[in-house]
């Protein structure tokens, strides 16, 4: 690992003043991508800005028609939130599935967003449930927050803060995971929120999580197992590596989407 | 250089650390605590599984520095002195070890298991939670049963160790 | 069998347990050396490359820099090249064609992690940041890493000295009886297969510290070894990095090896080499990225086979051709596993009247490939038993049938290939494992699968092996460089302690226990006052190690042999203070007795008599207790067994779920019934993972593409069930304690019955390891277009 300065800022505004004033800053959340980056020496920062010391920004609750997840709040704290649990139990259900216990423990959900990693859990299902991104400058609706691979809307020192969910009628969220990494080969995540059924593929696309158009279409027969048989999801745009070609992670969306809806809760 | 000041398996230690440290690195190259290993360097093998605050984490992917302020407990502070926790006395009983190398992450892991999921713990359970936690020797099935019966044996009340 | 107490045959909880589970085990890396340095390597990033220039002037002036050494630095210290230790000869006369390996790369780089040079700091962060700085001027070569093509005319020659990059073209067996069995056949099954290639993954990366002293001018080294004079026999005698009798090699706790620590590495010559030169300790171990990159990786064959059958099921004979890939370079025992350690286990447990088998063994831009875990008898294994599960579906026979139709059932035996079985009783294990998993519920049990969309399976695998690898002089007219006896001590100390002092290692084999019984149960003393010494040069004179199931039938007999002499000196003693002729002295649960008396001595008391000397004649005997042996077997051990596995698939996925795993097998006597189950779990567990998740894949430009857990899948717990274990005894004849080595077979047997349950479920044949959720699924897309155009 290259060297660095190490900050630990105690609030959300002394850490925009470093991330302003520091020469190429990184945020640090929980640390389960960025670390292992750092030690393989893929990337590296002259300032690593650590979040911890930030009081409230783990915060989960229900506002409103919104569920509200703060940046730092732990893959853990979302998978055994009773709150997460009762609102959007599909993704709580998918917090569990993320990584190990370890890694939950440490790993948040804003870190997730931030890195889009493409074969993440959360991008697929901010997608599909229409969630906003609320940042240290603004609100950014997900259709526009995830820019391909390993891109986001965030700009120069912008923070997540919280995530605000539109609490779904039903959602459910099935993955198929890469046997090595055991991050998502596919997963997908299906919401239905009272104006018709949103769908979201991740771990396939070659940009990173996006929309499935087939699935939404299917699904326009009603949010049911029933309405997805004889889809056809395109192989075109997805990727193909040595875990899997194209056309069977095409194969796996359409299996996974039907896993998700009867899982739907 | 920073200084890091933190509780490790009961006892305040501060250190000058360069900010680079993991803090596997502190507890096995400053502390000279090497109960805690490394197997791996993506965070998947779990030798290096320790608890911060009473979660496990893998302590391969945290800094040193992340740990200001933190109560944490190795491998070596979870016995009570000379008596065994009832993790540690079900791997041998079970024979849920061979080289050893992976054995204290997995016991750790397996503390931080029962602890949120109970005493009563089923086969397909502790599979899913070693998700984080590789061993080469064993093929699982000995650690399965030592998880188990420690999972009941921690119930019947035996004393934990030196942090929560 | 069972007994209880500590014994032979009872379940002692292991001795080393204590300080495994509370965090006090000492392995290479938990040990620092006063004024210690790190060392860093760079490593190619090419895969095939002349090196014109190294320039290294920045990186040493970087901070806390030691040194920078390279090739060139070594080859001015006239340090000797690594070397295999096991010469084959091709089937023309000729002899194999070994190519230069030095330490550090000369002029050339060969695999992507292969050493150029190496940075010794005061801190491991210094000695990466400066290897960051180091310029290295390559020209790039063409690169060829699969083994199929390596032979082409149009790939790339690796070695100067080995054409078509190949080392050897082996043979074995009786080409014309062979041939002549062929023509008489009623049926030929016919395979073709690639057994893939492995990364052993030991949880403990391999490591190093060399250390010197200046005033006794003596050398040690601390290393991950599974045989720790081996290492120092090889880096005295050939890479002359120190000699013999001031070097000390020290195996402390070792995390896990698999084969993959036997070998002598670079980076541990490096060390050495480097604190001698440096006069400074030097260390170094692994990431978890280098041991994907240098640890000698596994199988990696491409087969062709034929069996030829009688209209009855018969089997007439066996042709087999193989293309084994060695890697980029010869690593320590590579050449013998393609051939000695995989041809001559061709026969299995069947009575095969001729066999015929070609090795040939290439070159290739990638990581060396040695022993791991089997070597070369899975592989044969994976042969035998594909064709065994083919030719049944292909004849319609139960498959269970055909083997039984073809079992030796007279002993010894001696095959075509080389090995003479000495016992085995393969019915009795297929009888025990049909039972035990319930193969007549199958059929049941697969409607019922039906009935929730999912494809169920049952694979078999009646395996044999050769392990307690030995005897010296059948291995040295083979090839290898070494004799494979075993040595051992044993010190009776004053106070009646004994200290067993061993040349076999323990790298989680629980030696120090199952040793430990043994001795207790032979002395009549309590398993306590037993400790058992071993991984340590200066304190064993002289060991081969633990690789090949060696250590209960090697290692323990020279035990046995060494408490053979005890006994007869002590019973010299007792005899003179009993006053009895010592041909009249009975030794019983650690007591002298006089026959026919009730006069006795305890074992502790004829110890300390040894050590005064008072009461007896110390010009007849000599005073003190200890007493060494050597011990060479005549035979090679045959374990044996039978694996049954029923798989469940997903169709919609390709999933595959293990839902029964049975193993009965035969390993002859059993010290320690728990340890050896542990052994055969983890054996198998290894074995699934090569029949269902691992891979080391290399692209077409030979850069290694599963380069960390990211890509390459380790067995986790939930990919496994638990294991129905079940045991058969036939007492090996060769050894007195009649034992036959258990770490290995679940290895063995494990890969071939996991896929012929695979093909079973799924009613094809064509299915390549690791039997993925993406192969299976397509091999099920690809048997339905069939299905529908035939119908």
């Given at each position: 690992m290259h060297s660095f300065t190490y900050h630990r800022p105690a609030n959300i505004k002394a850490a925009q003043a470093l991330l302003a004033k520091a020469k190429d800053a990184k945020v640090l959340a929980g640390g389960q991508t960025l670390i292992p980056s750092l030690k393989l020496r893929l990337t590296s920062y002259d300032n690593i800005v650590d979040l911890k010391a930030i009081k409230g920004l783990d915060k989960i609750e229900v506002k409103g028609k919104n569920l509200l997840i703060g940046a730092l709040a732990t893959h853990s704290a979302v998978a055994t939130s009773a709150t997460v649990k009762k609102a959007i139990p599909a993704l709580a259900n998918l917090a569990s599935m993320i990584g190990d216990p370890a890694v939950r423990n440490l790993g948040t959900i804003g870190g997730s967003i931030a890195n889009n990693d493409p074969a993440a859990d959360y991008p697929g299902a901010l997608l599909a449930l229409d969630a906003t991104v609320i940042t240290s400058k603004r609100k950014i609706p997900a259709d526009k927050f995830f820019k391909g691979l390993f891109e986001t809307a965030l700009g120069k020192g912008e923070i997540v803060l919280q995530v605000s969910f539109p609490i779904p009628r039903k959602a459910g969220y099935a993955k198929f995971p890469n046997p090595a990494s055991r991050f998502a080969l596919v997963g997908v995540f299906v919401a239905d929120n009272g104006k018709g059924a949103r769908a979201a593929v991740t771990g396939a696309g070659e940009q990173g999580a996006f929309r499935s158009k087939e699935l939404e279409a299917a699904l326009k027969k009603g949010f049911k197992p029933e309405s997805l048989a004889g889809v056809k999801v395109s192989a075109s745009g997805l990727n193909s590596d040595i875990h899997a070609a194209a056309d069977y992670r095409a194969h796996l969306i359409g299996v996974m989407a039907k896993r998700a809806i009867e899982a739907a809760a | 250089m920073p200084t890091v000041t933190l509780k490790v398996n009961g006892k305040k230690h501060s250190v000058d650390v360069d900010p680079r440290t993991l803090l596997v690195q502190l507890l096995r190259e400053h502390l000279r605590l090497t109960g805690t290993h490394v197997g791996c360097d993506t965070s998947q093998c779990g030798a290096c599984v320790v608890h911060v605050n009473g979660r496990a984490v893998k302590s391969c992917t945290m800094f040193a520095l992340s740990a200001e302020g933190a109560d944490v407990l190795t491998i070596e502070g979870l016995a009570n002195g000379s008596a065994l926790h009832p993790m540690q006395e079900a791997f041998r009983e079970n024979h849920g070890l061979q080289c050893g190398f992976c054995t204290p992450g997995m016991i750790m892991s397996a503390v931080d298991m029962v602890k949120r999921k109970g005493n009563d713990l089923d086969e397909e359970t502790i599979r899913h939670e070693l998700e984080g936690n590789l061993c080469r020797c064993t093929g699982y099935h000995n650690i399965v049963k030592s998880i188990a019966a420690g999972a009941k044996a921690m119930k019947s009340g035996a004393k934990t160790g030196k942090a929560a | 069998m069972t007994s209880t107490g500590t014994g032979i045959g009872a379940a002692v909880r292991r001795k080393e347990d204590q300080r495994f589970i509370t965090g006090e085990g000492h392995y290479t890396d938990d040990i620092n050396r006063e004024g210690q340095t790190y060392a860093y390597f760079l490593r190619s990033p090419h895969p095939h490359a002349t090196i014109r220039k190294i320039d290294k002037a920045k990186a040493e002036k970087?901070?806390?820099?030691?040194a920078v050494l390279t090739g060139a630095e070594l080859a001015a210290d006239k340090i000797g090249n690594l070397i295999c230790g096991w010469a084959i000869t091709s089937k023309d006369g000729s002899p194999m064609n070994m190519g230069p390996h030095p330490a550090l790369a000369q002029g050339k780089v060969r695999h992507v992690g292969d050493q150029v040079a190496v940075v010794i700091a005061e801190t491991l962060n210094q000695a990466k940041d400066a290897a960051a700085e180091i310029r290295v001027d390559y020209g790039v070569l063409p690169a060829v890493a699969d083994p199929a093509k390596a032979r082409d005319p149009k790939s790339p020659q690796i070695h100067d000295n080995a054409p078509r990059n190949t080392i050897y073209e082996w043979s074995l067996g009786d080409a014309q009886a062979t041939e002549a069995a062929f023509k008489n056949a009623k049926h030929v099954t016919k395979l073709k297969l690639v057994n893939n290639r492995l990364i052993p993954n030991a949880i403990e990366p391999r490591a190093a510290i060399g250390d010197y002293d200046a005033g006794t001018d003596s050398s040690t080294l601390w290393v991950t070894s599974q045989n720790p004079h081996v290492h120092r026999l090889v880096m005295a005698a050939?890479?002359?990095?120190?000699p013999e009798n001031k070097f000390r090699v020290i195996a402390p706790d070792v995390g896990g090896a698999f084969g993959s620590k036997i070998f002598i590495y670079a980076e541990e010559s490096v060390c050495l080499w480097a604190a001698k030169r440096l006069k400074r300790p030097v260390r170094w171990t692994g990431d978890r990225s280098e041991s994907f990159q240098t640890d000698a990786h596994g199988r990696d064959h491409v087969t062709s086979a034929e069996l030829a059958l009688d209209a009855a099921g018969k089997i007439l004979g066996l042709r087999v051709h193989t293309i084994a890939n060695l890697g980029a370079y010869m690593s320590t025992f590579s050449s013998s596993v393609p051939t000695y350690l995989y041809a001559t286990l061709l026969s299995g447990q069947y009575d095969i009247p001729a066999i015929y088998c070609e090795v040939d063994a290439v070159y290739t831009n990638t990581v060396p490939v040695d022993a791991y875990r089997g070597a070369g008898r899975p592989e044969a294994c994976f042969v035998i038993e594909r064709l065994m599960e083919i030719s049944a579906r292909e004849l319609h026979m139960d498959p269970a049938e055909l083997r039984r139709k073809n079992f030796i059932r007279k002993f010894p035996h001696q095959t075509p290939v080389i090995m003479a079985y000495d016992i085995g009783d393969y019915d009795a294990a297929l009888r025990k494992a049909l039972e035990i998993a319930d193969v007549k519920g199958f059929g049941h049990r697969k409607q019922e699968a039906s009935r929730r969309g999912k494809l169920l399976g049952l694979g078999y695998s009646t395996y044999i092996e050769a392990c307690g690898i030995a005897p010296s002089a059948a291995v040295g007219s083979l090839g290898a460089g070494v004799g494979l006896w075993e040595s051992a001590e044993v010190r009776v100390n004053p106070t009646g302690s004994v200290e067993i002092l061993t040349g076999s290692h323990s790298h989680g084999q629980g030696h120090e226990t199952t040793f430990a019984q043994l001795v207790s149960e032979r002395l009549g003393i309590p398993i306590e006052q037993v400790s058992i010494v071993h991984g340590d040069t200066d304190k064993v004179q002289f060991g081969m190690g633990t690789y090949g199931s060696r250590s209960g039938p090697v290692g323990m007999t020279a035990i046995v042999k060494a408490l053979d002499k005890i006994e007869a000196k002590a019973k010299k003693i007792a005899g003179h203070l009993l006053e009895a002729a010592p041909g009249d002295i009975e030794f019983k649960n650690g007591k002298f007795t006089v026959a026919g008396t009730d006069k006795s001595l305890a074992f502790g008391e004829v110890a300390l008599a040894a050590y005064v000397g008072h009461k007896f004649p110390t010009h007849e005997i000599e005073p003190g207790l200890k007493e060494g042996s050597f011990y060479d077997p005549t035979n090679f051990t045959f374990p044996s067994g039978c694996h049954i596995c029923e798989v469940e698939i997903d169709p919609e996925t390709g999933k595959t779920k293990i839902a029964r795993w049975t193993a009965v097998d035969d390993f002859g006597v059993l010290i320690n019934p728990m340890i050896v189950e542990g052994q055969v779990h983890g054996g198998i567990a290894q074995g699934i993972g090569q029949a269902l998740l691992e891979h080391c894949i290399y692209d077409e430009h030979a850069q290694l593409v599963t380069g960390s857990y990211m890509d390459y899948t380790m067995p986790r717990a939930d990919d496994l069930p638990s294991f129905k274990i079940g045991i058969t005894v036939t007492k090996c004849p060769s050894n007195p304690l009649g034992v036959k080595g258990c770490g290995e077979a679940g290895a063995i047997a494990a890969p071939v019955a996991l896929i012929n349950a695979v093909t079973d479920a799924i009613g094809s044949e064509d299915i390549a390891m690791p039997a993925t959720a993406q192969t299976v699924w397509q091999a099920i897309q690809k048997t339905h277009r069939h299905r529908r155009a035939a119908e």
């Amino acid at each position: 690992m290259h060297s660095f300065t190490y900050h630990r800022p105690a609030n959300i505004k002394a850490a925009q003043a470093l991330l302003a004033k520091a020469k190429d800053a990184k945020v640090l959340a929980g640390g389960q991508t960025l670390i292992p980056s750092l030690k393989l020496r893929l990337t590296s920062y002259d300032n690593i800005v650590d979040l911890k010391a930030i009081k409230g920004l783990d915060k989960i609750e229900v506002k409103g028609k919104n569920l509200l997840i703060g940046a730092l709040a732990t893959h853990s704290a979302v998978a055994t939130s009773a709150t997460v649990k009762k609102a959007i139990p599909a993704l709580a259900n998918l917090a569990s599935m993320i990584g190990d216990p370890a890694v939950r423990n440490l790993g948040t959900i804003g870190g997730s967003i931030a890195n889009n990693d493409p074969a993440a859990d959360y991008p697929g299902a901010l997608l599909a449930l229409d969630a906003t991104v609320i940042t240290s400058k603004r609100k950014i609706p997900a259709d526009k927050f995830f820019k391909g691979l390993f891109e986001t809307a965030l700009g120069k020192g912008e923070i997540v803060l919280q995530v605000s969910f539109p609490i779904p009628r039903k959602a459910g969220y099935a993955k198929f995971p890469n046997p090595a990494s055991r991050f998502a080969l596919v997963g997908v995540f299906v919401a239905d929120n009272g104006k018709g059924a949103r769908a979201a593929v991740t771990g396939a696309g070659e940009q990173g999580a996006f929309r499935s158009k087939e699935l939404e279409a299917a699904l326009k027969k009603g949010f049911k197992p029933e309405s997805l048989a004889g889809v056809k999801v395109s192989a075109s745009g997805l990727n193909s590596d040595i875990h899997a070609a194209a056309d069977y992670r095409a194969h796996l969306i359409g299996v996974m989407a039907k896993r998700a809806i009867e899982a739907a809760a | 250089m920073p200084t890091v000041t933190l509780k490790v398996n009961g006892k305040k230690h501060s250190v000058d650390v360069d900010p680079r440290t993991l803090l596997v690195q502190l507890l096995r190259e400053h502390l000279r605590l090497t109960g805690t290993h490394v197997g791996c360097d993506t965070s998947q093998c779990g030798a290096c599984v320790v608890h911060v605050n009473g979660r496990a984490v893998k302590s391969c992917t945290m800094f040193a520095l992340s740990a200001e302020g933190a109560d944490v407990l190795t491998i070596e502070g979870l016995a009570n002195g000379s008596a065994l926790h009832p993790m540690q006395e079900a791997f041998r009983e079970n024979h849920g070890l061979q080289c050893g190398f992976c054995t204290p992450g997995m016991i750790m892991s397996a503390v931080d298991m029962v602890k949120r999921k109970g005493n009563d713990l089923d086969e397909e359970t502790i599979r899913h939670e070693l998700e984080g936690n590789l061993c080469r020797c064993t093929g699982y099935h000995n650690i399965v049963k030592s998880i188990a019966a420690g999972a009941k044996a921690m119930k019947s009340g035996a004393k934990t160790g030196k942090a929560a | 069998m069972t007994s209880t107490g500590t014994g032979i045959g009872a379940a002692v909880r292991r001795k080393e347990d204590q300080r495994f589970i509370t965090g006090e085990g000492h392995y290479t890396d938990d040990i620092n050396r006063e004024g210690q340095t790190y060392a860093y390597f760079l490593r190619s990033p090419h895969p095939h490359a002349t090196i014109r220039k190294i320039d290294k002037a920045k990186a040493e002036k970087m901070p806390g820099v030691v040194a920078v050494l390279t090739g060139a630095e070594l080859a001015a210290d006239k340090i000797g090249n690594l070397i295999c230790g096991w010469a084959i000869t091709s089937k023309d006369g000729s002899p194999m064609n070994m190519g230069p390996h030095p330490a550090l790369a000369q002029g050339k780089v060969r695999h992507v992690g292969d050493q150029v040079a190496v940075v010794i700091a005061e801190t491991l962060n210094q000695a990466k940041d400066a290897a960051a700085e180091i310029r290295v001027d390559y020209g790039v070569l063409p690169a060829v890493a699969d083994p199929a093509k390596a032979r082409d005319p149009k790939s790339p020659q690796i070695h100067d000295n080995a054409p078509r990059n190949t080392i050897y073209e082996w043979s074995l067996g009786d080409a014309q009886a062979t041939e002549a069995a062929f023509k008489n056949a009623k049926h030929v099954t016919k395979l073709k297969l690639v057994n893939n290639r492995l990364i052993p993954n030991a949880i403990e990366p391999r490591a190093a510290i060399g250390d010197y002293d200046a005033g006794t001018d003596s050398s040690t080294l601390w290393v991950t070894s599974q045989n720790p004079h081996v290492h120092r026999l090889v880096m005295a005698a050939f890479m002359g990095l120190a000699p013999e009798n001031k070097f000390r090699v020290i195996a402390p706790d070792v995390g896990g090896a698999f084969g993959s620590k036997i070998f002598i590495y670079a980076e541990e010559s490096v060390c050495l080499w480097a604190a001698k030169r440096l006069k400074r300790p030097v260390r170094w171990t692994g990431d978890r990225s280098e041991s994907f990159q240098t640890d000698a990786h596994g199988r990696d064959h491409v087969t062709s086979a034929e069996l030829a059958l009688d209209a009855a099921g018969k089997i007439l004979g066996l042709r087999v051709h193989t293309i084994a890939n060695l890697g980029a370079y010869m690593s320590t025992f590579s050449s013998s596993v393609p051939t000695y350690l995989y041809a001559t286990l061709l026969s299995g447990q069947y009575d095969i009247p001729a066999i015929y088998c070609e090795v040939d063994a290439v070159y290739t831009n990638t990581v060396p490939v040695d022993a791991y875990r089997g070597a070369g008898r899975p592989e044969a294994c994976f042969v035998i038993e594909r064709l065994m599960e083919i030719s049944a579906r292909e004849l319609h026979m139960d498959p269970a049938e055909l083997r039984r139709k073809n079992f030796i059932r007279k002993f010894p035996h001696q095959t075509p290939v080389i090995m003479a079985y000495d016992i085995g009783d393969y019915d009795a294990a297929l009888r025990k494992a049909l039972e035990i998993a319930d193969v007549k519920g199958f059929g049941h049990r697969k409607q019922e699968a039906s009935r929730r969309g999912k494809l169920l399976g049952l694979g078999y695998s009646t395996y044999i092996e050769a392990c307690g690898i030995a005897p010296s002089a059948a291995v040295g007219s083979l090839g290898a460089g070494v004799g494979l006896w075993e040595s051992a001590e044993v010190r009776v100390n004053p106070t009646g302690s004994v200290e067993i002092l061993t040349g076999s290692h323990s790298h989680g084999q629980g030696h120090e226990t199952t040793f430990a019984q043994l001795v207790s149960e032979r002395l009549g003393i309590p398993i306590e006052q037993v400790s058992i010494v071993h991984g340590d040069t200066d304190k064993v004179q002289f060991g081969m190690g633990t690789y090949g199931s060696r250590s209960g039938p090697v290692g323990m007999t020279a035990i046995v042999k060494a408490l053979d002499k005890i006994e007869a000196k002590a019973k010299k003693i007792a005899g003179h203070l009993l006053e009895a002729a010592p041909g009249d002295i009975e030794f019983k649960n650690g007591k002298f007795t006089v026959a026919g008396t009730d006069k006795s001595l305890a074992f502790g008391e004829v110890a300390l008599a040894a050590y005064v000397g008072h009461k007896f004649p110390t010009h007849e005997i000599e005073p003190g207790l200890k007493e060494g042996s050597f011990y060479d077997p005549t035979n090679f051990t045959f374990p044996s067994g039978c694996h049954i596995c029923e798989v469940e698939i997903d169709p919609e996925t390709g999933k595959t779920k293990i839902a029964r795993w049975t193993a009965v097998d035969d390993f002859g006597v059993l010290i320690n019934p728990m340890i050896v189950e542990g052994q055969v779990h983890g054996g198998i567990a290894q074995g699934i993972g090569q029949a269902l998740l691992e891979h080391c894949i290399y692209d077409e430009h030979a850069q290694l593409v599963t380069g960390s857990y990211m890509d390459y899948t380790m067995p986790r717990a939930d990919d496994l069930p638990s294991f129905k274990i079940g045991i058969t005894v036939t007492k090996c004849p060769s050894n007195p304690l009649g034992v036959k080595g258990c770490g290995e077979a679940g290895a063995i047997a494990a890969p071939v019955a996991l896929i012929n349950a695979v093909t079973d479920a799924i009613g094809s044949e064509d299915i390549a390891m690791p039997a993925t959720a993406q192969t299976v699924w397509q091999a099920i897309q690809k048997t339905h277009r069939h299905r529908r155009a035939a119908e």
